[in-house]
């Protein structure tokens, strides 16, 4: 009879452990519409025996124990290397060296890496602007690797680590995984990334000192600009409440920031104009599924939403 209790009990466990994973996916289903935004509380499914999330309005019919919550998150808000490395114009590459400008790098430094990036994405074994890129032969000596470069597009973060080079960038700047991704269309979204961000991606200076915690003026002046000025009547990128992700939100228009950035410093309008977009459609949809003491999370980057939509990645997290 014990035996059969415990077993009773796994299955439940088991039982709920999928509903909640059933509601994740449900959550990434309605978050997936078009028309759906970020602040709609369609996406707060709360169980109703939770008071701490009571006021909410419930629009679908759950068991009291059960419910989701959604994110989502536009991924355009970092800078993705690809869409510079694999059209390498001058412009581009120029873009991808003022990033690690912007971080304290020398130019002649922040160029060599950029021929190293270059090298690992394109689909010769022609060392970029010789000495300074990297490719097989390279590797093969310092590394002892027969497999690098990967003469492709990066599919991860995690993979430009192994780049020639990007022990420097690890120096300079320790957390540079924060400022990329690869999983959005290309530009920079202005309405959704982090005033830092945004003077990283023109070449202005980050931080008030090399590895410091302070950020410089430069990003001081964005941040005001993108908040705007409530006492003239000018609320900024989120609007007159001030908060982000809320029905009230006014989007920039990248032009005014591209003013903006030249006045703080930054090249030229034609340089910075391929760099910044108003609206990335790429999103990150994070569901998290409710049953009882389980729950489920699930994050799926999707582009063109409501449109012709496409899965670019799908995966389930734990531990977070």
Known sequence: MVVLRSDLRVVDSEKSSFRALQLAEMGVAIAAQRGIEEYDNILKQFPINDIAFAEFEDYLEFAPDEGFRVEIKKEAGRINPNHYLLRPTPENLNAMADVFQSWGIELSEAQEIVNCLLDWVDADEVTSAAPDGAEAD????????????????????????????MDVVAAYKPNWRNY????????????DADANLIAVAAGLEEMTEIGGSEFSEDVDEIEGFLNGDSESGSYGRNGPDGVKDTNDDTPIDVNLL???????????????????????????????????????????????????????????????
């Open 180 to 191: 990329f991704t690869v999983r959005s269309q290309g530009p920079l979204d202005i309405n």
């Open 258 to 320: 591209i003013d903006e950035l030249i006045r703080l410093g930054a090249p030229s309008p034609e340089q910075l104009t391929g760099r910044f977009t108003a609206s990335g459609n790429t999103l990150r949809i994070i569901s998290t599924g409710i049953k009882g003491e389980f729950q489920r999370k699930l994050e799926v980057v999707l582009r063109n939403r409501g449109t012709n939509p496409s899965i670019i990645s799908r995966e389930e997290i734990f531990g977070k």
């Open 138 to 165: 390279w590797y093969e000596a310092n590394v002892g690797s027969l497999n690098y470069p990967f003469n492709r597009a990066f599919y991860d973060v995690e993979e430009m680590q192994f780049v020639k080079g």
